[in-house]
């Protein structure tokens, strides 16, 4: 697990560090928003403490920046004392958390650890590819925002291939996952749910690989 700490305070900055070195974590700091936006961004990033008082970009800015980029990038703040209305602000500005200075590390890393555990379960209950999304707990789909309505078989055989982006599935393991083993060899109904599934994601969604099957392409952002 990474962490950026985006802290001008270096003796507060050390104080996490050193707390997350000893829990295992892997820590980068940096002591301005812009440095630490470039950070917060790197994909290895799995969480950003960041400070709301900087010089330069304040730690409001670098929220909306970051949010604009890695929506889901868990973010806990760290405020002054007392600033009551600054954590309604952060936290409508997409922080995901707070702490208030002055604060244990045992404190800061029950927050760091809430955090990460909330947004891996996210992700078991989420598959997603560019702009399309399945939520697999209320079956919603959506595709660059837009909500798509499918049936129980097309959304079986759209979450087969949010589970292997980019792999060619042939009909064979189509079938096996999404029918199961009481199917007509013979039959085409995999190449007519895909059809159904081009109809509604866009043709370019699924592409037909000759002789080998088919392999789901990420949509183009839509606008
Ligand atoms: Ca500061």
Do not use: C
């Not at 950026?4 to 050193?18: C, P, S």
């Amino acid at each position: 697990m990474n962490v950026v700490i985006i802290e001008d305070e270096a003796r507060i900055a050390a104080f996490i560090e050193r707390g997350l070195r000893a829990e295992g974590f892997g820590v980068q700091v940096a002591a301005d928003g812009e440095a630490g936006f470039a950070l917060a961004v790197l994909a290895e990033t799995d969480l950003v403490i960041l400070d709301l008082m900087l010089p330069g970009l304040s730690g409001e800015q670098v929220l909306q920046r970051i949010r604009a980029r890695r929506p889901d990038l868990p973010v806990i703040v760290l405020t002054a004392r007392d600033a009551v209305e600054d954590r309604v602000r952060v936290l409508n500005a997409g922080a995901d958390d707070y702490v208030t200075k002055p604060f244990s590390f045992a404190e800061l890393l029950a927050r760091i650890h809430a955090r990460l555990r909330a947004r891996d379960q996210r992700s078991a209950a989420e598959l997603s590819v560019d702009g399309l999304h399945l939520d697999l707990r209320t079956r919603n789909v959506r595709l660059a925002g837009r909500e798509i309505t499918l049936t129980s078989r097309e959304f079986a055989l759209l979450e087969t291939f949010l589970r292997h982006p980019g792999q060619v599935l042939s009909q064979v393991q189509l079938m096996d996952r999404v029918w199961g083993y009481d199917y007509d060899p013979g039959s085409n109904v995999v190449e007519v749910y895909v059809g159904y599934l081009r109809r509604k994601l866009g043709r370019e969604v699924i592409e037909t690989v000759r002789g080998a099957g088919y392999r789901l392409r990420a949509p183009a952002p839509g606008p």
